[in-house]
C-alpha cells in the first residue's frame, strides 16, 4: 500500500509555497526540481529528435530495404499518427497512475522501440516499431510536463517549461543535422540506436531523481468508453489530414473521415457529460484562458510546421543544398528558440503571458511575411534574418501557451493538460502541412502551365503536366534523361520560379494565421492553478 503525504499546502493568508527542494522528503536528488528538468528534458529529446532526424534516412531506408515510396512515407505517418492519438489517454494514465512510473515506462518503450527499428530487415517491422516509437512517446510528452508541473513552485515555473521548450526546439531543428551526419558517414540504422544510450541515461536519471507526485483527488477509474470515441475520433482527423494531399481536398475520402471524426467528437462530448469520471472533463473548456492557449497553440503550429515544411524543399531543392547544410541553414531558428525560451520564460513570470504571447505571433506573423519575398537567388544573410525572427517569434509561444494550457488546468488534470498541449501541437502540425500544402498544389497547377508556355518549352500532355506538377511542388525541376543542356536550364527556371511563387502564397497564408493568433493570444491570463503544484501530493 502506498502513503501519500500532504505537503506544501498554503491557505489565503500564507506565504508562497516553498521551493520543492526544500521540503522533506525531497531532499537531496530525489524529487530534486531542477535535476528533475534535467531528467526528463533527456527523455523528451528522444522523441522531439525523432520527429525530425528520420526523414533524412528515409531514402537509405528506402534503398536498403527495398521499399516504395508509399511504405516510407509510413515510417514517418505511422509514428505521427499513433502520438497524436495517444497523447490525451497517455496523460490520463500519469494523472491515474503517477507520472514518474508512465515517464519510465515511456522511456523504457521508447528505447527499445528505436533499437528494434535499428534492428529490423524488413519495411513491415520498422514500420510496426516506429508505431510502437508513437505510443510510448506520448507517454513521455504528458509525464514530463506532469512532472514539472508538480515539482516547480509558480514563480519558477515559466522558467523550466522555457528550459523544456528550448530542448524540444533545439533537437526538432538539430534533427536534420544529427540525421544528416549519421546517415552519411555510419547508417541509417544509426539514427535509431542512438536512442538506445539516451534511454539507458534517462532511466537511469529517471530512476535515481524522479518522485512521484499524485493529486489527493486523482481519478481513481477508467473511461474505458471515452477513450475508444476520442481515440477513434483524432484518428479519423489526422488520417485524413494526412491522406488529403494524396486523396484531394475535393475527395469524397477526405470528407467522409473528416466527417466520422466530428460525429466522434460530438459523441464523446456527450458521452463525457454522462460519465462518472471522464476522460476529459468538459468544464476544463470554461476557462477561457485554457480554451485559448489550446486554439494558440494549434494555430501557432499550422503557422511554424506548415511554412517550414516548405523551406526544407526550398533549401535542398532550389538551392541545391545537402541536408548538412541546409539544416545548418536552419540554426539561427534554432538558435534563437534556444537562447529565447529561458528569457520568454522569465519574461512571462515577471509580465503574465498575454504581451508575450502576442508579440510571439506579431514575430512569427511578420518572419513568415518575410519568407513570403524569397526568391531563387534569395542570399544566406536575408534567409537568416527571416529564420531568426522566426525563432524569436516561436519561443514565448511555445513556453506561454504551455504554460497557460497547464496552468489553468487543476492539479489532478495536469497529464490531460499536458495531452491536451501536445495534441494541439502535433494536429496543428499535420493540418498546416495538409491546408498550405493544397495551397502551394493549387498555385503551382495554376501557374505551371502558363509559365511553361511562357519560357517556349514543348507543350506537356495533361499526364505528363501532372507529373511536372506533383515534382515542382517540392521544388523538382522534372527535367527528362537525356534532355539538352539548355532546354533543362529553362525547365528547372520555370520548375524554381513557379515553386516559389507557390511557397510565397503558403508563406502569406501562414502570415495570416499568425496574425489571427496574435488576437487569440489576448485572450489568455496566467494560470490560476498554477499553485496547486507546489500542494500536490508525493508518493
Excluded at 497523447?87 to 528505436?114: C, E, M, P, W, Y
Aim: net charge neutral; aromatic share 8%.
Amino acid at each position: 500500500m502506498t502513503s501519500q503525504t500532504t505537503i506544501g499546502t498554503a491557505g489565503p493568508g500564507d506565504t508562497a509555497p516553498a521551493d520543492p527542494s526544500d521540503r522533506s522528503p525531497s531532499s537531496g536528488l530525489r524529487g530534486h526540481p531542477w535535476f528533475t528538468l534535467i531528467t526528463v528534458a533527456v527523455g523528451v529529446m528522444m522523441v522531439a529528435l525523432d520527429g525530425t532526424i528520420v526523414a533524412i534516412a528515409n531514402p537509405a531506408i528506402q534503398k536498403d530495404l527495398n521499399a516504395s515510396f508509399a511504405d516510407v512515407q509510413w515510417i514517418t505517418n505511422g509514428y505521427f499518427l499513433a502520438l497524436a492519438v495517444s497523447l490525451i489517454t497517455a496523460g490520463k494514465l500519469g494523472d491515474r497512475f503517477g507520472h514518474r512510473q508512465t515517464f519510465l515506462i515511456g522511456v523504457v518503450g521508447f528505447a527499445a522501440a528505436s533499437g528494434a527499428i535499428g534492428l529490423s530487415g524488413s519495411i513491415a517491422l520498422v514500420v510496426t516499431f516506429r508505431v510502437l516509437q508513437g505510443l510510448f512517446g506520448a507517454l513521455l510528452m504528458p509525464a514530463a510536463l506532469g512532472l514539472l508541473r508538480a515539482t516547480f513552485p509558480a514563480e519558477k515555473l515559466n522558467m523550466a517549461i522555457g528550459i523544456w521548450g528550448m530542448v524540444i526546439g533545439a533537437s526538432t531543428a538539430g534533427g536534420p543535422i544529427l540525421g544528416g551526419v549519421l546517415v552519411e558517414h555510419v547508417n541509417w540504422q544509426s539514427v535509431f540506436f542512438v536512442n538506445v544510450p539516451v534511454g539507458v541515461l534517462a532511466l537511469a536519471l529517471g530512476t535515481l531523481i524522479l518522485l512521484d507526485h499524485r493529486a489527493r483527488n486523482a481519478p481513481r477509474s477508467f473511461d474505458i468508453l471515452g477513450i475508444v470515441l476520442l481515440s477513434g475520433a483524432m484518428f479519423c482527423l489526422v488520417w485524413a489530414l494526412i491522406k488529403a494531399p494524396a486523396w484531394g481536398w475535393g475527395d469524397g475520402r477526405t470528407w467522409t473521415f473528416v466527417a466520422v471524426s466530428a460525429v466522434g467528437f460530438a459523441v464523446f462530448s456527450f458521452w463525457e457529460t454522462k460519465v462518472k469520471e471522464p476522460l476529459i472533463p468538459l468544464g476544463l473548456f470554461r476557462s477561457v484562458p485554457l480554451s485559448a492557449g489550446v486554439v494558440l497553440m494549434v494555430l501557432m503550429a499550422i503557422a511554424f510546421m506548415g511554412g517550414l515544411f516548405f523551406v526544407t524543399f526550398y533549401l535542398q531543392n532550389v538551392h541545391g543544398m545537402s541536408p548538412i547544410d541546409a539544416g545548418l541553414h536552419l540554426l539561427p531558428l534554432t538558435g534563437m528558440m534556444i537562447v529565447g525560451s529561458p528569457l520568454a520564460g522569465a519574461m512571462i513570470t515577471r509580465l503574465g503571458p498575454r504581451i508575450p504571447l502576442a508579440g510571439g505571433m506579431a514575430a512569427t506573423a511578420i518572419a513568415m511575411y518575410g519568407m513570403s519575398t524569397l526568391k531563387v537567388d534569395t542570399g544566406s544573410a536575408t534567409m537568416s534574418l527571416w529564420f531568426a525572427l522566426l525563432g524569436l517569434g516561436l519561443a514565448p509561444v511555445m513556453v506561454g501557451a504551455t504554460e497557460v494550457i497547464v496552468g489553468n488546468a487543476p492539479m489532478e488534470l495536469s497529464g490531460v493538460a499536458g495531452g491536451l498541449q501536445q495534441a494541439a501541437m502535433q494536429i496543428g502540425g499535420s493540418l498546416g502541412t495538409a491546408v498550405l500544402g493544397a495551397v502551394m498544389a493549387s498555385k503551382v497547377d495554376g501557374d505551371l502551365a502558363g509559365n511553361w508556355a511562357d519560357a517556349g518549352l514543348p507543350k506537356l500532355t495533361p499526364a505528363q503536366l501532372d507529373q511536372a506538377s506533383e515534382a515542382v511542388q517540392v521544388g523538382v525541376a522534372p527535367v527528362a534523361k537525356g534532355t539538352p543542356e539548355a532546354i533543362a536550364a529553362k525547365i528547372a527556371d520555370v520548375a524554381h520560379d513557379t515553386f516559389i511563387s507557390g511557397m510565397s502564397l503558403a508563406s502569406l497564408v501562414a502570415a495570416g494565421v499568425a496574425a489571427v493568433a496574435v488576437l487569440v493570444a489576448l485572450l489568455t491570463k496566467r494560470g490560476e492553478n498554477a499553485e496547486a503544484g507546489a500542494g500536490a501530493a508525493h508518493i
